[in-house]
């Protein structure tokens, strides 16, 4: 008889008990890639909200300064997203509704992109408001826009691979979808 044959009791190659499970690097390193996207760009939401939470005016002037939304929306959308940007940066930082974040600031961040692409196409001279103050700039100061929609759109790129990839390492999404062993 051979190993693994009926009537054997010996392991053999077919066994699965022989069998060693072999990670990929990839899969080795996605989650730790995950996690990575997962704080920088939660971190930078919190940063971004905190920043403007003690100055709702401010954000409320640095939304209307880009003259793309009507004052009824820049008046909700001003105040509104400091606080919002701090809850959705503390839920990636937790791991808590990973991919939903992810898509969020997907939206977010190309809303972002394509307001400061068109500040700097219309011309406008303003602060992007991105972490505070915004606005109109002072005479003589020169607007940032490659390097606002060079950040934003490293940001968008950390946002997509968060749809795709969410699983990460110290998520809380780990644990509150663990399914029990019964």
Excluded at 15 to 20: F, L, V
Excluded at 62 to 70: F, H, Q
Excluded at 100 to 123: D, H, K, Q, Y
């Amino acid at each position: 008889m051979t190993p693994g044959t009926p009537g054997n009791h010996g392991p053999g190659p077919g066994d699965s008990s022989t069998m060693t499970t072999v990670e990929s690097p990839r899969a080795r390193v996605l989650p730790w890639l995950s996690t990575l996207a997962r704080l920088v760009l939660g971190g930078v939401w919190i940063a971004a909200g905190v920043a403007k939470i003690t100055d709702l005016d401010a954000s409320v002037r640095a939304v209307r300064a880009y003259a793309l939304l009507p004052e009824a929306v820049v008046q909700i959308v001003g105040p509104g997203l400091p606080p919002a940007e701090i809850l959705l940066g503390a839920l990636l930082v937790l791991g808590v509704g990973v991919r939903v974040g992810a898509v969020i600031s997907t939206v977010l961040m190309a809303a972002f992109v394509v307001g400061i692409a068109s500040a700097w196409i219309r011309g406008l001279s303003i602060d992007c408001g991105c972490f505070g103050s915004g606005g109109a700039l002072a005479p003589g100061a020169e607007p940032t826009y490659g390097r606002e929609l060079a950040r934003d759109g490293g940001l968008l790129v950390l946002a997509l691979f968060l749809v795709r990839w969410p699983a990460g390492r110290w998520a809380l999404d780990a644990v509150l979808t663990r399914k029990d062993p019964t």
